[in-house]
């Protein structure tokens, strides 16, 4: 048996020196951690069935083991001492000058430590319990860095409230009615920098109307190809029978025709034929984008022409197919065709954001908000209005056909917002307002 003592810094150059000097049949006798680094002692042809008989026996070591493991290892130490000093002084005497060292190629990487099965397993519950104790720390700073932000939007909304009680009150009526944030701080900027009690009341109401977009386009009027897009349930059926009601009053029922492009919902077609016989107008199937090009080229001479579309969701992979289709309807035989979205005022504001934002590449010119009686606050409805200026056309508020509709007017909308306002209760508590307003009041 070969023992030998070997130096190294860390525990992986003492690997790689004990594989290189004698090979991956090496037994490590012991490990120890000096002032210097590691220290190892590893053994070449060690049988371990020979050491414990003559440990038990309590015998010396036979030929095969002997001198003693200790003795052999200071003998080890000594001669690896003494061969290396010689080996230095050697290396001394022919090392070449700098220059040539310089530009002689470096030695090739040692190959990679293989650390032994029993090390690694060793090792895994230290691992584990790192692993569980970062996650634990990480989960403190993050509820210590949000307990943080709350205690300085807090302390930051208390100081606007001392400073300018007037905006503070602005931000809690808007919060109140429903604004976002995002839009309400907007409003507060253009409001002037010293306000009374009645400039709070009712300023922000006026610059809530004109922040407003409204088309101007008066029902009576509503001229060439418009198509209804939105998603599912929003009312646009019923909406397109108000406004075909309303054409046929001002222009006949032989200048007006619905087109139906809803083959994905049951009875949806049948719906829209159902309102056509009531009022006296021809219905239309059109199935893709060529059977909707041929269709609105055989009604130009119409005065109104509505399409009926599918209600897709924003993340339907059918939306991108069918506004495919209404875009190329649109340029196919010069048809001008007008997309007009749809919103459902009673929906959550994050669901109306969505629609919108899912909707933008087909550019409605306009939207048509609906279901005002069933909405218990307007404030997500005018936030997306305001926040991606989008322009109204008109507003319904009912299922009776043609009645529940009408053109979209500002300031009777936020006048509207203002009364359901009245009927919301209590005004909002100051953790909700420091949690809205707070880190924007204190510029972060």
């Known amino acids: 048996m070969k023992i030998k003592r070997f130096l190294a810094p860390d525990m992986r150059q003492a690997m790689r020196d004990v594989r290189a000097e004698q090979g991956a049949d090496a037994v490590i006798l012991s490990t120890r951690r000096l002032e210097d680094g590691i220290e190892i002692i590893a053994a070449v042809d060690y049988d371990e069935t020979l050491m414990r008989e003559a440990v038990r026996q309590n015998a010396p070591a036979p030929e095969a083991v002997k001198p003693p493991v200790k003795e052999a290892a200071k003998e080890a130490v000594k001669e690896t001492a003494k061969e290396r000093a010689k080996e230095t002084v050697k290396q001394a005497a022919k090392e070449p000058a700098k220059e040539v060292r310089a530009a002689t190629p470096p030695p090739p990487p040692p190959p990679p430590m293989q650390v032994p099965p029993s090390e690694v397993a060793a090792l895994q519950p230290i691992v584990e319990q790192s692993v569980l104790e970062t996650a634990r720390m990480r989960t403190e700073l993050g509820g210590l860095r949000q307990l943080l932000e709350q205690q300085l939007s807090s302390l930051a909304w208390n100081d606007m409230e001392r400073r300018s009680p007037m905006r503070a009150r602005v931000l809690r009526d808007m919060s109140r009615l429903g604004i976002d944030t995002d839009v309400a701080r907007q409003l507060i900027d253009g409001l002037p920098e010293e ?12 610059l809530l109307s004109r922040s407003l977009k409204v088309s101007g386009r008066r029902l009576a009027d509503s001229s060439g190809v418009t198509a209804l897009v939105g998603p599912t349930g929003v009312g646009k059926t019923t909406t397109i029978a108000k406004l075909a009601a309303c054409a046929v009053m001002n222009h006949g029922p032989a200048k007006v025709a619905l087109v139906s492009t809803d083959h994905y919902r049951i009875g949806a077609a049948a719906q829209l034929e159902h309102y056509g016989r009531l009022l006296g107008v021809r219905v239309y199937p059109a199935y893709d984008a060529a059977g909707l090009a041929q269709t609105l080229n055989l009604l130009r001479e119409h005065h109104t022409v509505l399409v009926d579309t599918a209600g897709v969701s924003g993340t339907d992979p059918r939306l991108q197919q069918q506004m495919e289709v209404l875009r190329d309807a649109g340029m196919q035989g010069g ?42 606050s307007l404030g997500g409805l005018l936030s997306v209005l305001i926040r991606h200026r989008l322009a109204l056309d008109c507003t319904t508020d009912g299922q009776r056909v043609p009645e529940d509709i009408s053109a979209a007017d500002a300031r009777t909308l936020v006048c509207r917002a203002a009364q359901s306002q009245k009927r919301l209760g209590p005004g909002v508590e100051d953790m909700d307002m420091a949690d809205r307003f707070g880190m924007a009041v204190a510029g972060l």
Request: charged share 20%; hydrophobic share 45%; aromatic share 4%.
């Open 335 to 376: 048809n001008k065709l007008r997309a007009c979205l749809v919103l459902a005022a009673n929906a959550q504001a994050s669901a109306l954001d969505e629609s919108v934002r899912a909707y933008l590449p087909l550019q409605p010119s306009a939207c048509i908000a609906t279901k005002l009686d069933e909405a218990p």
């Open 195 to 206: 306000l009374n009690a009645d400039q709070a009341r009712y300023l922000p109401l006026g």
